[in-house]
């Protein structure tokens, strides 16, 4: 049983390095046992390098076992990293979902609730984007904070407000985490291709850009060949390029560049796709 106040292991990935205030944090890769269910085995994650990225990732996997004794849980441990930490949270607060996904421009909602009967001044509640930067901040001006705190409304979402947002609550000792992570703006379903000369071939891609927002797109065989005419066809939407009859210069590698604006900032993002000569035919 962790003695710090809060109840049980997280469940989903910190944030990075010196998150849980250690350099290396550790979750539990699986969800907890009920009371039924006695002693079971578990695994928890660590991360070891130095990437200071969000990660999803185990570098080290520790084998312990947990029971759920109703009001705590009790753990068996095998500490095994140096410098590493459990993450431990009051189980009185979720939020739902613990990882957000978005597309630029989106609004994104990190909603998290307090069961708690012991009651609290929203004034207590202390926001934080990646463990520095305290909410409201200038540079965030795009989160809305609802009256009791428990609320962020991200508007127009883009790539400075991705990554771990934290809540803290003195008084009931309550914490809580959530990820939000964007879609990559232009993204392939695959990145290899692979076709026999003169077959014919569909690349296509998808905008994770909300409607509305104007964007410039371009396509190019790297490092710097236009595809337009000749056996090259782009879809009305831009979203599909279809190489007609390869021939042998149509192998390498393709890039599709999309240009577009969200609060008033430029973002140029790409997605690279490889087409190559298919192995039963070499």
């Not at 930490?85 to 909602?109: D, F, I, M, W």
């Not at 771990?164 to 009931?172: K, Q």
């Not at 090259?232 to 390869?246: A, C, G, M, R």
Request: glycine share 6%.
């Amino acid at each position: 049983q962790f003695s710090t106040g809060f109840r049980m292991m997280a469940e989903s990935p910190p944030g990075p390095q010196y998150s849980c205030g250690t350099k290396h944090p550790a979750y539990l890769n699986q969800e907890h046992p009920t009371a039924e269910d006695g002693v079971v085995p578990r695994e928890v994650c660590f991360k070891e390098d130095s990437d200071s990225d969000i990660y999803q990732g185990c570098d080290v996997v520790e084998n312990i076992r947990v029971k759920n004794c109703g009001d705590y849980y009790a753990y068996q441990l095998n500490p095994q990293v140096k410098e590493g930490a459990y993450c431990v949270y009051n189980r009185k607060t979720s939020c739902y979902p613990p990882v957000v996904h978005a597309r630029y421009g989106e609004l994104a909602v990190v909603n998290c609730t307090l069961n708690s009967e012991k009651d609290f001044d929203p004034e207590e509640v202390e926001w934080t984007h990646l463990d520095s930067t305290t909410l409201p901040d200038k540079r965030l001006n795009n989160i809305d904070i609802s009256d009791d705190r428990l609320l962020l409304n991200i508007n127009n979402i883009a790539d400075k407000n991705a990554g771990v947002y934290a809540f803290y609550i003195a008084s009931t000792q309550t914490t809580a985490l959530v990820e939000v992570i964007l879609f990559s703006a232009v993204e392939s379903s695959q990145k290899y291709y692979y076709a026999a000369p003169g077959d014919s071939l569909s690349l296509p891609v998808t905008f994770n850009i909300m409607d509305g927002i104007a964007r410039e797109v371009t396509w190019k065989k790297l490092p710097h060949k236009p595809v337009t005419g000749g056996n090259y066809n782009l879809s009305d939407d831009e979203t599909t390029l279809t190489i007609k009859s390869l021939g042998e210069k149509d192998f390498g590698t393709y890039r599709c560049t999309v240009t577009f604006e969200v609060e008033e900032v430029v973002y140029t993002k790409h997605a690279d796709i490889v087409v190559k000569l298919d192995e039963e035919e070499m």
